[in-house]
């Protein structure tokens, strides 16, 4: 059972170009978000989604694109990268009893 | 207003000890549930503990417990005898709406509290 796996791990970016944060869970969970994170802050939601086929957008969903055609995957779509986009992508899975959320290792993006 | 606050940007406790932290939370769902998560310096999100809104006893997993206080919605995390490896960012998470409703659950999180454990 890997959980939630997130791949690349680190990534750099020049300004505009585009590239897609993969994630895969292997818990059978419905529920599945993307969070970035700041230096030094908490998490943020960007967008999340409840099943297959079904996404909505979270907090700071501008610039971000996601789809989820099956349980297991949840890629997040960032065009046109900016600067600040530069952040820690962390997805995470939601399920068992307490419905506690999973989290994949993080993806560091640096947009230069 | 914030969901989730962590006053207690940061804290120190010697080792050995026993330590406290702070989390707050607002909200006027009657059914939510509360976590606690350590973020190491490696930079991953580990789940520690859990609390139901409608849990009558106070969450326990092993040194962690969560000192719930439902009146004054306040939710601490209470870390016996801390060890070296304790040193990290701590957050507090909030799920809102019933669990199992199949409906979208929000779950916020504070900003964090950094700990630091000295030998």
């Known amino acids: 059972n890997a959980g939630v796996t997130q791949t690349p791990k680190f990534r750099i970016l020049k300004i505009g170009q585009s590239m897609t944060l993969q994630c895969t869970q292997d818990?059978?969970?419905?529920?599945m978000y993307w969070y970035r994170q700041d230096p030094g802050m908490g998490l943020k939601l960007i967008y999340y989604?409840?099943?297959?086929?079904?996404?909505d957008k979270g907090e700071v969903p501008n610039g971000y694109n996601v789809s989820r055609s099956t349980t297991e995957d949840f890629p997040l779509r960032l065009e046109l990268a900016a600067p600040s986009q530069t952040s820690v992508y962390f997805c995470a899975s939601k399920g068992g009893v307490q419905e506690t959320q999973y989290f994949g290792p993080g993806t560091r993006l640096l947009v230069l | 207003a914030q969901k989730i606050t962590q006053t207690q940007p940061g804290m120190f406790v010697q080792e050995k000890e026993a330590v406290t932290l702070d989390c707050t939370y607002d909200t006027s769902d009657q059914s939510y549930g509360l976590f606690w998560y350590k973020q190491p310096s490696s930079g991953e999100m580990i789940f520690l503990i859990y609390q139901g809104s409608y849990d009558e006893q106070n969450a326990t997993e092993g040194r962690y417990s969560l000192n719930f206080q439902k009146a004054r919605k306040s939710a601490n995390l209470v870390i016996s005898a801390s060890q070296l490896g304790d040193s990290a960012m701590y957050f507090c998470a909030m799920r809102e709406g019933r669990r199992g409703s199949g409906g979208y659950q929000k779950v916020t999180f504070g900003t964090g509290t950094k700990l630091q454990v000295i030998p």
């Open positions: 989604s409840v099943g297959a086929g079904i996404t």
């Open positions: 818990m059978n969970h419905n529920y």
